[in-house]
């Protein structure tokens, strides 16, 4: 839930920048949407740590975080 909430507010933040043009928006947002994909795959691999394929997992993860957006 965590992960979700900084998320949408570093969409919203993102959101706002583009009426503004503001470059410390911009860059605050992204540093948001950087620390939801950390804080997601901190919480990945305390959900699959005991699975061997940790690797494989995370992999999964990524890509499908790399995706979505696109």
């Known amino acids: ?3 979700v909430a900084v998320a949408a507010f ?3 933040m993102w959101l706002a920048a583009e009426d ?15 620390a939801a994909g950390l804080i997601q795959l901190l919480a990945l691999r ?4 005991h699975i061997e394929q940790l690797r494989l997992a995370v992999g999964l993860a ?3 975080i790399v995706l979505l957006p696109g």
């Open 20 to 34: 503004e043009s503001s470059i410390g928006i911009r860059v605050g947002s992204f540093a948001l949407g950087a």
């Open 46 to 49: 305390a959900v699959v740590r």
């Open 10 to 12: 570093a969409v919203t």
């Open 62 to 64: 990524l890509l499908v």
């Open 1 to 3: 839930m965590t992960a």
